[in-house]
């Protein structure tokens, strides 16, 4: 019995449509296949393959200042949960928004919400307001 030879086809592109599109249309070399799909891929089959480098996305949050943590510091030791409370509801904040269950937890979340919010020196204010010895 004789072997047979695959058949090879002439390298070229392939572009497939995904994504939210009515229509689309892949063309494989020697068929024409229609298919429905959404964000769109480009492979390049034969030829020299190029790598796309992607930018690493950065997860990491920022580090605190020094400010921060001493603020930190001083809603933890100074503070009860019923204060940090008051304070959230002062700068528009859901305390039940924090998802942390303690003390610190809470401080560090709303230290960092209102840096996020551009509030960190209203709430630095409060501090200083409420315990007017750690000023």
Not at 22 to 41: C, K, L, W
Not at 54 to 81: C, G, I, N, V
Not at 83 to 89: D, F, G, P, Q, V
Not at 107 to 133: H, K
Request: glycine share 6%; hydrophobic share 35%; charged share 25%.
């Amino acid at each position: 019995m004789a072997q047979r030879t695959p058949k090879t086809r002439s390298a070229g592109n392939v572009n497939i449509q995904v994504g939210q599109v009515n229509h689309s249309q892949i063309v494989t070399g020697y068929e024409n296949v229609d298919a429905t799909f959404a964000p769109q891929i480009n492979l390049n089959l034969g030829g020299r393959a190029r790598k796309r480098k992607t930018p690493a996305k950065s997860t990491a949050k920022p580090s605190p200042s020094p400010e921060q943590l001493a603020l930190l510091q001083t809603l933890r030791d100074q503070f009860t949960l019923e204060e940090l409370e008051t304070i959230c509801w002062e700068l528009g904040i859901t305390f039940d928004d924090l998802p942390a269950r303690t003390l610190t937890g809470k401080a560090r979340q709303l230290i960092e919400r209102a840096a996020a919010l551009n509030t960190l020196d209203t709430l630095i204010d409060i501090v200083r307001r409420e315990r007017p010895q750690t000023a």
